[in-house]
């Protein structure tokens, strides 16, 4: 099973802008599709964003799209969330995730279950 390492997390202005690293290791990256979520605080975990094994594909919630990207560096064992333009509703802790399904699954990639492996979260907070 893959362990995955979020980072780059902190604190950002309204409008600003955070860049997070998803580090994998145990297998190769290139095994999973992979989703961001993340959680607020007394709010369910929701989906944020997903890429297929090779990055061909991508997937956002409404919310973010057109200011967060996700991008990913198999060859690194890498997963990044480029999020520009931040609100004070991205405030959340952010996690990765690894699904080792041989397809990717779209839109149906925003399903937590889907998700086997999580890392342990980074906190991301914006201010207005």
């Known amino acids: 099973q893959v362990q995955l390492v979020e980072s780059g997390g902190g604190l950002a202005q309204a409008g600003g802008s955070l860049r997070l690293s998803c580090a994998a290791s145990?297998?190769?990256?290139?095994?999973?599709?992979m989703g961001w979520f993340r959680q607020a605080p007394g709010k369910e975990r929701e989906f944020v964003a997903s890429?297929?094994?090779?990055?061909?594909?991508?997937y956002y919630t409404d919310s973010v799209k057109g200011r967060f990207t996700i991008s990913r560096d198999n060859g690194k064992n890498m997963v990044y969330l480029q999020m520009n333009s931040l609100q004070p509703e991205d405030t959340a802790v952010y996690y990765c995730?690894?699904?080792?399904?041989?397809?990717?699954?779209?839109?149906?990639?925003?399903?937590?279950?889907?998700?086997?492996?999580w890392g342990q979260g980074t906190q991301v907070t914006v201010s207005s």
């Open positions: 995730a690894a699904d080792s399904s041989p397809y990717y699954r779209g839109s149906f990639s925003s399903v937590t279950d889907y998700y086997n492996s």
């Open positions: 145990g297998r190769a990256l290139s095994s999973y599709a």
């Open positions: 890429i297929s094994r090779s990055g061909s594909s991508t």
